[in-house]
């Protein structure tokens, strides 16, 4: 029978997967355009992907490092989305990755019981358990629509970062 400890590790390895899937699809997106692109909103009122990386660097150190890991909140989350001075796309991603590996090290030393008790996170109280799901399911949420914005600049010229290679995965007859 599987132990809370056991069910711990297990969704917290899952997460990660998730989470550094997730980058490894932004980091292939936006290796397709340029900063010019990254910073390119799509429509007014929309969000560019450059204002998408440093709003999702500042929910994992919302949710994760601080809610789950303990450390202080200092998010200032309309800062993320008042950025008009385009961060060139190599320092978006290297933020980006050092915050998630942050986080990351947050989820692999965190303990079950811990993971039940309650926090403040963005003005509620939540668990630990709370905060991870919220935040990789925002940071999945947010990695499709970097794929889509990707595709839509892209058109024909888009580079998918998979393609099915058996009938088993997908692939066409």
């Not at 809370?4 to 297990?10: K, Q, R």
């Not at 008790?117 to 925002?138: E, K, L, Y």
């Not at 999945?140 to 290679?165: D, S």
Request: charged share 20%; glycine share 8%; proline share 6%.
């Amino acid at each position: 029978m599987p132990t809370a400890v056991d069910v711990t590790s297990a969704v917290s390895i899952e997460f990660v997967r998730c989470l550094n899937g997730c980058f490894d699809r932004i980091e292939h997106c936006v290796s397709q355009l340029s900063d010019a692109q990254i910073w390119r909103r799509p429509g007014p009122g929309m969000n560019s992907i450059g204002t998408i990386l440093v709003h999702l660097g500042g929910n994992v150190r919302q949710h994760l490092i601080s809610g789950v890991g303990g450390a202080p909140d200092v998010r200032d989350r309309p800062a993320e989305f008042a950025e008009r001075d385009p961060i060139p796309t190599k320092q978006l991603l290297s933020d980006l990755r050092a915050t998630l590996d942050e986080a990351i090290a947050a989820l692999e030393k965190v303990d079950a019981a811990e993971m039940l008790q309650p926090r403040r996170v963005q003005g509620n109280n939540v668990s630990g358990w709370q905060a991870a799901v919220h935040s990789v399911s925002h940071f999945f949420g947010h990695t499709q629509e970097i794929i889509c914005l990707t595709r839509q600049m892209q058109a024909e010229n888009y580079q998918f970062y998979w393609t099915p290679q058996s009938a088993e995965e997908g692939k066409s007859p």
